[in-house]
């Protein structure tokens, strides 16, 4: 398709049962080019018979490149070229990335390892999800595009945030060890119910009080580890519907989802909660990728086995009677497994159940798949 790039596919079948149509299109960087490459490229999706377009995901410094200084001429100018070639837009909250100048404002936004060290600036996903300032961030962008497009018939929806809950999702600085406290606090009314529960008597480690709890590394107590995981949980689920709850308030009409990532097998969020939260449960097929299944024996590199996939696509399935969203789906090679050439025939296999697939054009990053 002459310069048509597509390094992997998402496909939107669960757009039949909500907008009586189905939609075939590609994730789509505006940002990466100019105004007459976007021209270019609405006229190759058209030829493509594209009809939707994902924007806006890890835009955040094109969308704000100041602090409260929006800069969406270039959005606009991508919504409408698209727009006068028959094809509409999902547009992202850019989120799960965050512009330089928010880092050096409040360097305390970055997630805290569990060595106590905060994580350089540098790739995604490596804010942390209770830190009040990147929340208050999070929600004026979410506000500022909902407001600019809620009257904008060529956008049929929002994304939110990319792949939440996913990479290395656990923080450990003050505030979270506050609000685990808090949340156990909630959960179990008392230190000695809690005690019963973690088998604390166990190596001496019973607590007096709500204050004297810490926050587990992978080898601490069983108890306390899976509550903790159970507490980020609800926190992933909360900082999704901060922004939901933004976007339904400005355009009630709207419809939301947020992509699942890890090929549905994320084991640090409850999906089935989530997807009472979504108004489509939407999740990411990267069959060549780490996922579940590799903890199971398999190497890095290789294919899914079919079996694998159809268990993926199962479990997401089951937390919505509705027809599902994929917004990413491999067809290639991706950045954790350049080893691996995609033989033909795997993209139908892994796909075999959706009607439509999508993205396009390759970026330079090289942490882009």
Known sequence: MRKLLISCLLFFGGFISIHSQVYTGAAYYPEHTDKEQVEKDAHLMEEAHFNIARMGDFAWHSMEPKDGVFTLEWLDHAIRTLSQR???????????????????????IMIMGADGQRKPYGRRRHACLNNEDYRQYCTRITRTLAERYKDNKSVIGFQIDNELATEEPYCYCPECLKKFQLWLKKKYQTIETLNKAWGTVFWSETLDNFEQVWLPRRMDNPGIYQDYQRFYSDVALEFFRIQRDVVKAVAPGMTVTTNIGGSGFVTTMNLYELADECDVLSFDNYPVNVTLEHLYGNDIGHPFDPAMTSFAMQIIRGGKSRPIWVPEAQIGRTALTQKEIVKEGYPRLWNHVYPTFFLMRLSVASVVF
């Open 86 to 108: 028959g094809i509409q837009s999902l547009l992202c909250t850019p989120t799960a990335a965050i512009p330089k100048w928010m880092h050096d404002a409040h360097p305390d």
